[in-house]
């Protein structure tokens, strides 16, 4: 199908730029690197790296894809003509790339209509490179993926996050503590990008956060989906920043009413 032709391309522009992204992160790491500037609150912080690494995509991007449009984490917004658009987080896990820990990766998704098709994480400093196509499955290089068989929520290890609203952390510390009886653990990478890709190659049964953006789960959220997880947000609607359900499907239907029930999302 003419889709076919066109996924292909936009996977191998996506590949190539999250791996030119990551290589120069992982390599070019400054000695001492520190907070550049804080966005929403003085947690929530981007280095030097966050936007070199933007930068790169951008111009990568630019090359050879200059119709499409594009929306980065760090300022890149522009419409394009070509009804391919680009949702790019240059690193998703400052926190963690910030301290010299593992858990960040770069996170590509190409959209056409308004729907992911194309997905890519890497993650160099686990020499992970996760990839999806719509319709053609979830991989880890060169091997496919599948979430986990579900084991009963009572037996999940779910993953979470906590967006750097600091007047929302009270709220998610209280759903957290609901949660943790409930269930065998939960786990905190800083990643939420990884976390999705996590679900996908059964290292997590379920993971789930509210105050997401696109930037942050686009990618994950197809990787997950092809690797045969359910994913969604409030009430049956699509995952969005009130909030972020991905999971076995076994485990999706249990977890998604509680985390509505404990009110795990917001506004
Ligand atoms: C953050 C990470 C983190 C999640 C936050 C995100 P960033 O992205 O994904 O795991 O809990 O909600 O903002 O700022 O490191 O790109
Ligand atoms: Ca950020
Ligand atoms: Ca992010
Ligand atoms: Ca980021």
Known sequence: TPETGLYTELLDVALEAARRAGALLHEERPEGLGVAATKTSPIDVVTEMDLASEKLITAYLAEFRP??????????????????????DPIDGTVNYLY???????????????????GVVAAPARGHVYHAVR???????????????APPLAESLIGT????VRER???QAEVVARLLPQVRDIRRSGSAALDLCDVAAGRLDGYY?????AWDYAAGELIAREAGALTGGRAGRPVGPDLAVAASPGVFDELQPLLEALGAWHD
């Open 209 to 213: 956060e509210r105050g997401t953006h």
């Open 169 to 171: 952390r009270e709220a």
């Open 100 to 118: 010299g820990r593992q858990d960040w990766a770069v996170s590509i998704a190409a959209e056409t209509a308004g729907e992911t098709v194309v």
């Open 135 to 149: 319709g053609a499955g979830a991989w880890l290089g060169g091997e496919r993926l599948r979430c986990r068989p």
């Open 67 to 88: 119709e499409d449009g594009l929306l980065g984490e760090e300022g890149a917004n522009s419409e394009g003509s070509s009804g391919v658009r680009w949702v790019v």
């Open 161 to 164: 996050g906590f967006g750097y």
